[in-house]
């Protein structure tokens, strides 16, 4: 089938008053970034709705790639077609025989914006209606509930066809609520916890804590790869890699054992943090499930918390591990996450850290530390780099031997 162009839907966009041409234009540089490499594509954002006219392009990659553009409510596939009766009737009995099945229900829904046009919107559906009534096979009309609705929008420069209605992820164009800072782990939690913030609008950067040698250059890998997924809802995203080996030996060999979790997470909280200010951000994410671990439970969120002002958000805090798992699944991080290449948290994680930690104990321990020369050290040896949609740094040959 051969559309034309695609109708895009703003949905939560019409919300935003004063704002909305300013929402409507990152939607459409959004829009523009994943559709790129496509040239013969020319897009025209509306204040109702943006037209993507595909001039010979295919609808099937179009289609793949709006599905991971936040903003998005929903969007059709359309044939636009001259002003005639004629032309509105081949033309959708064209779309219906493309995607209606014997046994389907239908009915026909017109928009008449051009008052002028000689058929109003009762006369335009009852002869299209019948029309279609005398060239499908077994046709059956409902008008409630159908399986297939065929659209008919009568504009001023011409009329709009189409009969599917698809779903785009919702949300907010990426870019449109500020700037932030996402510390990611190589786990499940935190990749879920991304696309939930760009869902909403939020420019992420990726903070990485990496330590080698205790951890591996596949460790490093799988977070830069967990990056490159989620970058195919943003287009591209700023990776950060933070070296915090010595933090971590530091604290090992000088703090007792049940205090190491939750200084180490205050030392990562305050990198992040400095991380943030210095690039611009607004706030921290991170991936956090209130009790799901030792360093969850809100006795350890409150000392770890202790070392910022800086709001720090937890877009699964209130999540099941299997709610975690199944959009995991759907956004195509979880196959990559289970793989056990280990990050710094599991490597330096004691057999019995403090679940009830006191933030007064926290401080005294850390008294004894060069707080200040560990986390310059640390600031001085980050490595930032750019990671793009699908981007890959595992090698899946080697990565499989390593599993046997």
């Known amino acids: 089938m051969k559309y034309t162009e695609v109708m895009v839907r703003y949905g939560e966009l019409s919300t ?12 459409c540089g959004n829009v523009e970034r994943v559709l790129a490499d496509l040239e013969s594509i020319k897009i025209y954002p509306k204040h109702d709705r943006m037209h993507i006219v595909l001039n010979g392009a295919s609808f099937e990659e179009v289609d793949k790639r709006l599905k991971k553009v936040f903003g998005i409510q929903t969007y059709s596939p359309v044939i636009r077609t001259e002003k005639t009766l ?50 499908l096979p077994e046709p ?18 011409a009329v709009y066809i189409s009969n599917q209605l698809l ?35 939020v420019d992420i950067e990726m903070v ?64 992040a943090d400095m991380i943030r200010q210095k690039r611009g951000g607004l706030a921290i994410f991170n991936g956090e499930s209130v009790g799901q671990v030792a360093s969850q439970t ?47 948290c599991t490597i330096f994680a004691p057999p019995r850290p403090k679940t009830k930690p006191r933030i007064d104990k926290a401080i005294e321990y850390e008294n004894r530390l060069d707080v200040d020369g560990l986390l310059q050290r640390a600031m001085d040896g980050i490595e930032i780099s750019t990671i793009r949609p699908n981007e890959k740094f595992i090698d899946d040959q080697t990565a499989d031997q390593d599993l046997l």
């Open 140 to 157: 059956k009309v409902e008008m409630k509930h159908p399986d297939l609705v065929l659209r008919i929008e009568v504009r001023q420069d």
């Open 298 to 344: 809100l006795e350890s969120m409150a000392a770890i918390n202790n070392v910022t002002t800086t709001p720090v958000l937890r877009p699964v805090a209130t999540m099941d591990k299997t709610e975690i798992i199944r959009l995991a699944e759907e956004i195509g991080t979880f196959e990559l996450s289970i793989k056990p290449f280990e990050d710094c």
């Open 208 to 271: 990485h804590f990496f330590s080698p040698p205790y951890t591996s250059d596949k460790a490093l890998a799988k977070a830069k790869e967990l990056t490159g997924i989620l970058a195919n809802y943003s287009g591209k995203i700023t990776f950060i890699a933070v070296p915090f080996a010595e933090i971590q030996e530091t604290i090992k060999e000088k703090l007792p054992e049940g205090y190491l979790m939750t200084v180490q997470r205050r030392f990562m909280l305050r990198l």
């Open 167 to 201: 779903h785009g992820p919702g949300g907010m164009p990426v870019g449109t609520a500020g700037k932030a800072v996402m510390m990611l782990s190589g786990g499940i939690d935190s990749p879920v916890a991304s696309y939930l913030a760009l869902k909403r609008g």
């Open 16 to 27: 935003k008053g004063k704002n909305r041409k300013d929402f409507i234009g990152r939607l």
């Open 86 to 135: 004629a032309a509105i009737k081949e033309t959708s009995l064209e779309i219906m025989q493309a995607t209606y099945k014997v046994g389907m229900t239908f009915k026909v829904a017109t928009k008449r914006a051009d008052h002028r046009f000689e058929y109003d919107t009762n006369q335009l559906n009852l002869m299209v209606g019948d029309y279609l009534f005398d060239n």
